[in-house]
């Protein structure tokens, strides 16, 4: 089992940058791929980038590709997104997220889940 806890969200203006940390509790971690979703008021949580256990596989979706970047640090238990350019339609509750298995979009996959981190963009 592991527990995770994010961080790192804020106010923040169109075309900054922020970076939200996700840190896991346990000595597994490194075991799990891990991943990042949002949620806006009255929309679906919704995929944002997916990491394998190693690092070395990652993938995100088309609304963010080229802007963040997803990655971790098995030494310190913690997973980060590095988001740049940020856009108003950004504004969310972020989550991470854990599975085993291979790297996945869906969010019906992942079995353990942070309680997120605001993060709004000011036009």
């Known amino acids: 089992q592991v527990q995770l806890v994010e961080s790192g969200g804020g106010l923040v203006q169109a075309g900054g940058s922020l970076r939200l940390s996700c840190a896991a509790s346990?000595?597994?971690?490194?075991?799990?791929?891990m991943g990042w979703f949002r949620q806006a008021p009255g929309k679906e949580r919704e995929f944002v980038a997916t990491?394998?256990?190693?690092?070395?596989?990652?993938y995100s979706s088309d609304s963010v590709k080229g802007r963040f970047t997803i990655s971790r640090d098995n030494a310190k238990n913690t997973m980060y997104l590095q988001m740049n350019s940020l856009k108003p339609e950004d504004t969310a509750v972020y989550y991470c997220?854990?599975?085993?298995?291979?790297?996945?979009?869906?969010?019906?996959?992942?079995?353990?889940w942070g309680q997120g981190t605001q993060v709004t963009v000011s036009s």
């Open positions: 990491i394998s256990w190693s690092g070395s596989n990652t």
């Open positions: 346990g000595r597994t971690f490194s075991s799990y791929t």
């Open positions: 997220a854990a599975k085993s298995g291979g790297v996945s979009n869906s969010k019906r996959e992942y079995d353990y």
